[in-house]
T-cell receptor
């Protein structure tokens, strides 16, 4: 299994509070991703990073920010949590390879976030 | 906007059957396609990755095919076992530039294999 950990694994918070989720990898992979998984919507990309301090938005980025100051850590912040952000959040990593070789994404165990 | 559809949404089969899961996508400009497995309450496990230039990939009892021009992929599971019970997800990756690595997922097929 790829060395990916997410913390915390479970969190309950109240509307309006800031929340930061952490993804840590030991694989030294260049690309890191944050997804959310919701019934009826499946998995959707929130933000991704293609290197230290290089990030970009995904499909559902409103209300979220990210930071990557080290290769191994990718943080997802909800500046002011809302009930619509109750979800399971997954981090993923992939390694850039030569063009044409494809690139597998490996997923972390997930963080279950409940916003009351 | 890329859309990925998986059929059927759920499938229940007796142990030992061979089965096929289907995935279709609307934009054929993909870099690769991945099949994942997800057990309840767990993260995703990558099963197979097919590059856009390939037609199929095999791993053990699993075989995945890709017809990029028609926007279809199938996952074939031979001699199914109760341990194969899980949700199977199909995802396509954008083709290069700012789309690189961005996966668009289907809703998944929930597979139950009963003894």
């Amino acid at each position: 299994d790829a060395g990916i950990t997410q913390s915390p694994r479970h969190k309950v918070t109240e509307t309006g509070t800031p929340v930061t989720l952490r993804c840590h990898q030991t694989e030294n992979h260049r690309y890191m991703y944050w997804y959310r998984q919701d019934p009826g919507h499946g998995l959707r990309l929130i933000h991704y990073s293609y290197g230290v301090k290089d990030t970009d938005k995904g499909e559902v980025s409103d209300g979220y920010s990210v930071s990557r100051s080290k290769t191994e850590d990718f943080l997802l912040t909800l500046e002011s949590a809302t009930s619509s952000q109750t979800s399971v959040y997954f981090c993923a990593i992939s390694e850039s390879r030569l063009a044409g070789e494809g690139d597998t994404q490996y997923f972390g165990p997930g963080t279950r976030l409940t916003v009351l | 906007k890329q859309e990925v559809t998986q059929i059927p949404a759920a499938l229940s089969v007796p142990e030992g059957e061979n089965l096929v899961l289907n995935c279709s996508f609307t934009d054929s400009a993909i870099y690769n396609l991945q099949w994942f497995r997800q057990d309840p309450g767990k993260g995703l496990t990558s099963l197979l990755l097919i590059q856009s230039s390939q037609r199929e990939q095999t791993s053990g009892r699993l075989n995945a095919s890709l017809d990029k021009s028609s926007g279809r992929s199938t996952l074939y599971i031979a001699a199914s076992q109760p341990g194969d019970s899980a949700t199977y997800l199909c995802a396509v990756s954008g083709a290069g530039g700012t789309s690189y690595g961005k996966l668009t997922f289907g809703q998944g097929t929930i597979l139950t294999v009963h003894p």
